[in-house]
């Protein structure tokens, strides 16, 4: 599997989750984020970590890992309030 297509892969599981909560309750909606999306989130983040190290950062997938992994875009969600939501940043496949 390509980088972009795991990727692409975690960002949907974020999103499935998403929808599986939708219409659920304020405070329901807070903790199944925070029991299910927080680790996919995390994990999303150090798979992203593990990525950047091993391509060149010269390369256009390097760079924006680079750019992603600084930024924590994606990565670190806040999952304080109900409202909060996922936000990942797709790779893009060029």
Request: proline fraction near 6%; charge should be positive.
């Given at each position: ?13 974020l ?23 927080a ?11 593990s ?5 060149s ?18 990565c ?14 797709p790779?893009s496949?060029?």
């Amino acid at each position: 599997m390509t980088i972009a297509a795991e990727g692409l892969r975690r960002i949907a599981e974020l999103y499935r989750i998403e929808g599986e909560i939708r219409g659920m309750g304020p405070g329901q909606r807070l903790s199944a984020r925070q029991a299910r999306t927080a680790p996919l989130a995390a994990g999303f983040g150090e798979w992203l970590q593990s990525q950047r190290r091993r391509i060149s950062s010269k390369s256009r997938l390097g760079e924006k890992l680079a750019i992603s992994t600084a930024s924590g875009a994606g990565c670190r969600p806040s999952f304080t309030t109900a409202a909060s939501r996922p936000a990942p940043m797709p790779l893009s496949a060029d």
